[in-house]
Antibody, heavy 119, light 105 residues
Framework: EVQLLESGGGLVQPGGSLRLSCTVSGFTLSSYAMAWVRQAPGKGLEWVSTISGSGVTWYPDSVKGRFTISRDSSKNTVYLQMNRVRADDTAVYYC?????????????WGRGTLVTVSS | DIQVTQSPSSLSASVGDRITITCQASQDITKSLHWYQKKPGKAPKLLIYDASNLETGVPSRFSGSGSGTDFIFTISSLQPEDIATYYCLKSHHLPVFGPGTKVDF
């Protein structure tokens, strides 16, 4: 059974840093691209980043230069390092498996972890 | 950058109604368009991939069509458990979600 479990969310001050983790099971992490998607309170879904099986990464302009996605296949874990966070980064962050070529449909999702940016 | 618009932003319907949601891309994205269901407090659920393919385990009342720039998502007979917000996702190059359509009674 495919499972994804996010962790690492919490309260962080503006300008601070936080690292999210996504631990997966039920599939071989190195065989898939993985993505992070977020949903701010009362807002829609927003793609945050993708990492391919070979480590190539993609970001939207809203987080480029501040967020870094990485993976450790030996630990079955994908990470999202969030630096210089802002109030508008407040959201539930979901980890998802990219089933096709990187940046294709996302078929399995975790339950999400809440990040709150506030002083 | 390719933009994605989605309409309507919300709709009210009754049990058994046929509903349709449209997504439009600003450039040709062939069939790189997928549909998700999102309920509060739950993870998004993939319903349709590559414009018209029904994801395994998803009821057949859900369907999708289209290619290029114009796409349609249909629920043939709305059920109470279908109350949710629906999003399209363009995956051609960088992913972009549509703004969503809230469906309620």
């Amino acid at each position: 059974e495919v499972q994804l479990l996010e962790s690492g969310g919490g309260l962080v001050q503006p300008g601070g840093s936080l690292r999210l983790s996504c631990t997966v099971s039920g599939f071989t992490l190195s065989s898939y691209a993985m993505a992070w998607v977020r949903q701010a309170p009362g807002k829609g879904l927003e793609w945050v980043s993708t990492i391919s099986g070979s480590g190539v990464t993609w970001y939207p302009d809203s987080v480029k230069g501040r967020f870094t996605i990485s993976r450790d296949s030996s630990k079955n874990t994908v990470y999202l390092q969030m630096n210089r966070v802002r109030a508008d980064d407040t959201a539930v962050y979901y980890c998802a498996r990219d089933r096709g070529y990187p940046n294709d449909e996302l078929d399995f999702w975790g339950r999400g972890t809440l990040v709150t940016v506030s002083s | 950058d390719i933009q994605v618009t989605q309409s309507p932003s919300s709709l009210s319907a009754s049990v058994g109604d046929r509903i349709t949601i449209t997504c439009q891309a600003s450039q040709d994205i062939t069939k790189s368009l997928h549909w998700y269901q999102k309920k509060p407090g739950k993870a998004p659920k993939l319903l349709i991939y590559d414009a018209s393919n029904l994801e395994t385990g998803v009821p057949s009342r859900f369907s999708g069509s289209g290619s290029g720039t114009d796409f349609i998502f249909t629920i043939s007979s709305l059920q109470p458990e279908d109350i949710a917000t629906y999003y399209c996702l363009k995956s051609h190059h960088l992913p972009v979600f549509g703004p969503g359509t809230k469906v309620d009674f």
